[in-house]
């Protein structure tokens, strides 16, 4: 109850501005506070990387530089499945862009918003762009509210607990080598359901997320790993496409 109480506090301070393009300091911190529950987990996941880095041969000052300028969790644990003295670069720039290739239709997503922002500042802020904070600021605008301090600010709040949980995997090592263990790696799982569940409910949206699961789960099963990320993405962004569905 007291959440949702938080919720509905934060929706009314972003429904108050008349401008919805708005970027505040304000409004920048209002979005990194609303963001801080999910981010907190999201130490765990940092802290595994960290222990695993160093294992594939990574450097200590390396494997949080890469967290602290890469920013992407699943690319990073893909890259070191090939890390090695001879790095395939072309295979590592390959992978990355395929997991990664889903942060196109995010900024597609919201180009009609980021259209509005000076060009530094719209590259800027997708700089810190992730799942969580993509889909957040996406339902924010769509409600009519300003949707770049949960983009901005909750992207750096992510960002700041990954950085910090890396950090504890390399100097502290295994304090929780598989966060599977604890049940942790379906908590941004279950936060993006429930913010997909908390959107329009009408048979087009509905469609959309039809095709673009179904899709996602051939691709998983019969085609290269990690394929079912562009392809569910594609899928989706297509359906929508033809059905005329609004961002």
Request: charged letters at 10%.
């Amino acid at each position: 109850m007291k959440s949702d109480n938080t919720m509905k506090r934060h929706e009314t301070m972003y429904s108050s501005s008349t401008d919805i393009h708005q970027l505040t300091r304000g409004i920048v911190w209002l979005g990194f506070k609303q963001m801080l529950p999910i981010s907190i987990f999201v130490v765990a996941f940092g802290a595994a990387f960290g222990l695993a880095a160093p294992q594939a041969g990574v450097s200590d000052v390396m494997t949080v530089m890469m967290s602290a300028m890469v920013f992407a969790g699943a690319s990073q644990f893909a890259a070191l499945d090939v890390w090695g003295q001879k790095l395939p670069f072309f295979t590592l720039l390959l992978t990355v862009f395929a997991i990664n290739a889903r942060h196109i239709l995010m900024g597609a997503t919201l180009y009609p918003w980021l259209s509005q922002l000076p060009v530094k500042q719209r590259y800027g802020i997708m700089l810190v762009a992730s799942d969580a904070n993509w889909a957040m600021s996406l339902q924010a605008f769509s409600r009519g509210h300003a949707g770049f301090g949960l983009l901005l600010g909750g992207g750096l709040s992510l960002w700041l607990f990954w950085v910090l949980g890396t950090w504890l995997g390399v100097y502290f090592g295994g304090a929780i080598s598989n966060p599977a263990d604890y049940g942790l790696d379906m908590v941004m799982g279950c936060f993006l359901l429930a913010i997909a569940m908390g959107g329009d409910k009408n048979i087009r949206v509905l469609l959309i997320w039809a095709v673009a699961a179904s899709s996602s789960l051939l691709a998983y099963w019969y085609l290269p790993e990690n394929s079912h990320v562009i392809v569910g993405a594609i899928a989706g962004g297509f359906a929508g496409l033809v059905k005329g569905a609004k961002p």
